[in-house]
């Protein structure tokens, strides 16, 4: 989900838990039906593969050793092919069956080392199986007999993969992108929190397209586009625009402003799935959400500013208390979700929104400034 930091890096997502456990699961049959009828000893090579070695052992439904070597050869982003260091295998081997498993197969230099070291031990057989295998780099002439995953050259993490020892945590696999360029914001407000005017203050300040919503629809519907009328067709008829629509709407807006420096979100994702649509758009461009900053406001206070806009406005929904407890509800119950959305993925920041216009300006730049 979305695009990580590590280090100076930027990766995004590339390999869902369930292709993962899919391939694992293949490479576990393929193994079982060649080693079924004796009790093969698994080596897994660290740090990389423990999470392979931890769900390929749980898979496989026969007697089996398991034990583990390192052998250290990475820095950076970048095969270095020194091997620095072995922890060896102290069982005796002589006559057994050693199935080696890799994490990911890269040059074969590593693999070359394998070969080596477990040459002079006597083996009935050695095998080789790899969850991750990148084709266009391997040079060696030597065999690898079960594949996982064949992958392009491209630097991946998570899963055990690390990038200068972090990301190994991830129970997905990322892959290395470019330093995205936009600022995207989701601007979060209760009614009457002058979401608006923060919103346009800080659109010119930084020079965002500030996408609301509201406007957006208005503006198709207006134009009778051809999303415009699908929308209208459902409004016409009491119902709630699917957020399918509404996305595609969205996604359009931004396909419009290609060149933008980034997005103010207003009005935008409502719903969970809308989010997550938003993160898969913004993804495959190698954007991404930057943050959703919300606006935060004591309830009471807002009942009065909007009570006394009220009074001058006209606007009946802003006269009448009850009404406007009700908007809260909504907007209470509505964005919970998304700020647990966001939250988890640490994106969430809020602004204290009571102060003079300047002032809460300044507490929002200064998130802005940061993210
Ligand atoms: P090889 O010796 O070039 O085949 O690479 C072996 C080791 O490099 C692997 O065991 C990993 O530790 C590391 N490695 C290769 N490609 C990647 C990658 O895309 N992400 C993280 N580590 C990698
Ligand atoms: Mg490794």
Known sequence: MSIIKLHDKYFKSYISEIQIQEAVESVVQKVYADCKDETPIFIGILNGCFMFVADFVREYNGPCEVSFVKLASYQGTNSTGKIKQLVGVNENLEGRTVVILEDIIDTGNTLEEIYKIFEDKKLKQLK????????DVFKKELPIDYIGISIPDKFIVGY??????IGRNYASIYQLTTKPTMKNIVLFGPPGAGKGTQAELLRDKYELIH?????VFRFNIKNETELGLLAKSYMDDGNLVPDEVTIKMLKAEVERNADAKGFIFDGFPRTESQAAALDAFLEEKGES??????????EDLLVGRLLERGKTSGRSDD???SKIRNRFNEYNTKTAVLKDYYQAQNKYFGANGVGTIPEITERLCSIFDKI
Not at 128 to 135: C, D, V, Y
Not at 160 to 165: A, E, K, Q, S, V
């Open 128 to 135: 080789i199986a790899t969850l991750f295998f990148k084709p």
């Open 160 to 165: 055990g993969l690390d990038y200068d020892g």
């Open 211 to 215: 996408i609301s919503t509201g406007e």
């Open 289 to 298: 959400i930057n943050g959703m900053v919300a606006l935060e406001v004591p």
């Open 319 to 321: 006269q009448d208390e």
